[in-house]
């Protein structure tokens, strides 16, 4: 998917998370095993995250990637994995400012 960033006029060939659909930047922070991941949110908060289904085999997680998550909304501390960034996707977002400071660790 192509997104163009608008201050900038330049393309980012990444998927990037949908704000009417809650979608937000994470980092995995510690793998906890059954497809479950404590990860890091980019509005600072700590979940328990789960991988989908559709990812589960597909679509191994470290600590460390940067993700898409999607948090519950019934319970605000769970969220539902949706895609992992490839190291460099991960490196070419945070070189043209995509990714919030808060969890920039690229």
């Given at each position: 998917?192509?997104?163009?960033?608008?201050?900038?006029?330049?393309?980012?060939?990444?998927?990037?998370?949908?704000?009417?659909?809650r979608e937000m930047f994470a980092i995995a922070d510690q793998l906890l095993g059954a497809s479950k991941i404590r990860i890091i949110c980019a509005d600072g908060e700590s979940r328990m995250g789960r991988i989908r289904g559709k990812l589960r085999k597909r679509m191994w997680i470290r600590e460390g990637d940067l993700l898409i998550i999607r948090p519950w909304e019934f319970q605000d501390a769970k969220a539902d994995i949706m895609y992992r960034y490839t190291r460099t996707q991960a490196t070419n977002l945070a070189r043209k400012g995509v990714i919030p400071e808060e969890i920039n660790i690229f």
């Open positions: 998917m192509v997104y163009k960033k608008p201050e900038e006029g330049e393309y980012v060939r990444s998927p990037m998370p949908k704000k009417m659909k």
